[in-house]
């Protein structure tokens, strides 16, 4: 069983309309939206599975868990962007922090998301910092504009491969 329409709806409405009274923009309440919907998509498509430890009840609760969510990011790093992973863990920290001042999900939750989040960035963030080292060194060797673009390129696009 998936979490059925009605209730998705409910969740997202009373999610957007928080997001807008905040004055969020627009394009962000869209995003977080669609990172929302992102998740329950791979959500219920896990919890069809035989032999799947999400829940089948019909409950936000049956469908967020830890390991749910590891598995899931884990599956972002395979299929998305940097940039669209960072948006996720935004937009999903988001709905988690508000989920829990409603009371609809753990505290703890969204403090285990938060870590996961972090850790993540900070992961990139020195990926980011060693690529741009790397290039500086090139670059002072009076490396062409050309080949440091490329460089880039393709270290950045091997960092996300693995």
Not at 25 to 50: E, H, M, Q
Not at 114 to 121: E, F, G, I, P, T
Not at 138 to 160: M, P, W
Request: hydrophobic letters at 35%; proline letters at 1%.
């Amino acid at each position: 069983m998936s979490l059925n329409v009605d209730n998705l709806s409910r969740y997202q409405a009373e999610f957007a309309k928080h997001l807008v009274e905040e004055r969020y923009g627009v394009l962000s309440v869209k995003s977080y939206l669609a990172d929302l919907r992102d998740y329950y998509k791979w959500a219920n498509a896990k919890a069809s599975r035989p032999n799947s430890r999400l829940s089948n009840k019909n409950q936000l609760s049956a469908y967020f868990s830890q390991r749910a969510l590891q598995q899931y990011f884990e599956q972002c790093e395979k299929d998305c962007s940097h940039a669209t992973i960072k948006r996720r863990f935004a937009g999903l920290c988001r709905f988690l922090k508000y989920a829990v001042t409603k009371r609809w999900l753990d505290r703890r939750l969204f403090d285990f998301l938060q870590n996961l989040a972090d850790k993540y960035l900070q992961a990139l963030k020195n990926n980011e910092n060693l690529v741009e080292r790397f290039i500086s060194d090139l670059a002072k060797k009076e490396t062409s504009k050309n080949s440091l673009r490329g460089y880039r390129t393709d270290i950045s696009e091997f960092l996300v491969i693995n």
